[in-house]
């Protein structure tokens, strides 16, 4: 980073374009009204109700449902919107977007998206960012103030990337409360892969495998205790959102997913062989590990 970037200087945009008015992008918008990071904030969506209702709240100042329209004198956009709609997302509003305007994401999985954007984009400022937060719910009644405090965000930085955009956008995290740090976009995708999109396959496969079994004994769920409420409670995220990020990080979810099934099929044999020693091995390996984290 050169020596003229200003660090640690709190961000100010005149209009941030949020494209995609949900959970995250709503509360991007709610903490940036509430720290005064911008002059103005305009809202795109398809959901016209959504929209609606994000101007009443006050999540944004004004909405279109052409993307363009948004973008126009933006010089922040945000692209909230499902990773697999970035590519025809952006094409729609480049021929309007600012010179000087900043492009970031909060979208999680990066290699394939800095790959398509940059290119793209042709020498724009792009900063791609992971907020790691959030919750199941979705929609602008689910965005919230200080959804950022204590998260970790995530900036994939490129040989590209513009030194004094990214400071205002780690800046911007920064300001929102966010603990900010950097990785690659193939190192994110493989880390994230493992302690965040697994998790929600397995939470989004346990559901349904008990939901199968629920046809044939009723009332199965109201069984379940807090356990089971708990490890799949991520299993109501948004089904379009976590599609795309399935299928755009395909390769390492498809990597992380033989390693689980072979700790499954370990654990399948160890019950089968009634190998108490085995099963009381891996138990007490996981509690040790769980035990160790925060």
């Given amino acids: 980073m050169g020596p003229h970037v200003k660090t640690d200087m709190k961000p100010y945009f005149k209009k941030i374009a949020i494209l995609g008015v949900g959970l995250i992008g709503g509360s991007l918008a709610i903490d940036c009204r509430k720290k005064k990071l911008a002059g103005s904030i305009a809202g795109f969506g398809r959901n016209e109700g959504n929209l609606k209702k994000a101007v009443s709240l006050g999540v944004i100042d004004a909405y279109d449902l052409k993307v363009e329209k948004v973008v126009d004198g933006a010089d922040l956009v945000v692209l909230a919107v499902p990773v697999g709609s970035y590519l025809k997302t952006v094409k729609a509003f480049l021929p309007r977007l600012s010179p000087d305007a900043i492009v970031t994401d909060v979208g999680s999985v990066k290699e394939k998206v800095v790959k398509e954007l940059e290119p793209l984009l042709g020498g724009r400022k ?5 907020p790691v937060a959030g919750r199941e719910k979705s929609g602008v009644e689910a965005a919230l103030p200080d959804l950022f405090k204590g998260a970790r965000c995530i900036l994939t930085p490129t040989d590209n990337t513009d030194p004094a955009s990214l400071e205002k956008i780690k800046n911007l995290w920064k300001e ?6 950097c990785l690659s976009p193939a190192e994110h995708d493989e880390v994230l892969g493992m302690v965040s999109h697994l998790p929600h396959l397995i939470a989004f496969a346990l ?7 629920a046809e044939k004994k009723e009332n199965l769920i109201s069984y ?28 390492n979810m498809l990597s992380h997913i033989e390693k689980y099934e072979a700790v499954l099929g370990r654990l399948k044999k160890y019950i089968l062989d009634r190998d108490e020693a085995g099963l009381l091995r891996e138990f007490e390996k996981s509690k040790k590990i769980r035990g160790s984290l925060n």
């Fill in 207 to 213: 559901v349904n495998t008990v939901l199968g079994m």
């Fill in 176 to 181: 929102v409360g966010a603990v900010v740090s």
């Fill in 224 to 251: 379940s205790g807090g356990g089971f409420r708990d490890f799949t409670r991520i299993g109501a995220s948004s089904p379009e959102m976590w599609k795309d990020i399935f299928l755009t990080n395909r390769e």
């Fill in 126 to 130: 792009f900063v791609p960012a992971h």
